[in-house]
């Protein structure tokens, strides 16, 4: 099995920063594509940032400029470092990832559980 872990969420005023930490763990034998979602109250999960495993990056209109995802492919683990925080940022954050857990095995999609931004006006 394969876990991910989400870190660095929190509490933050307009304009603030935080670096978000998604590590993942367990059966892993490589994992392309990472990625962050959001999902604020009421609405659906939305795409923010994705990367590939050769540093590929692709953002979101509305956090360009403002967000940067970046990974450690030797520690399996994606970061999102957030600056100039609006309160329209507000959401759960979650990271995905596409692991492969064999050699030339199948790959599957797994989230984290999770991370709580709050950005306060």
């Known amino acids: 099995q394969v876990q991910l872990v989400e870190s660095g969420g929190g509490l933050v005023q307009s304009g603030g920063s935080l670096r978000l930490s998604c590590a993942a763990s367990g059966s892993i034998f490589s994992i392309s594509a990472m990625g962050w979602y959001r999902q604020a109250p009421g609405k659906q999960r939305e795409l923010v940032a994705t990367i590939t495993s050769g540093g590929s990056t692709n953002y979101a209109d509305s956090v360009k400029g403002r967000f940067t995802i970046s990974r450690d492919n030797a520690k399996n683990t994606v970061y999102l470092q957030v600056n100039s925080l609006k309160p329209e940022d507000t959401a759960v954050y979650y990271c995905?990832?596409?692991?492969?857990?064999?050699?030339?095995?199948?790959?599957?999609?797994?989230w984290g559980q999770g991370t709580q931004v709050t950005v306060s006006s």
């Open positions: 995905k990832a596409r692991v492969m857990m064999v050699v030339a095995g199948p790959r599957y999609d797994y």
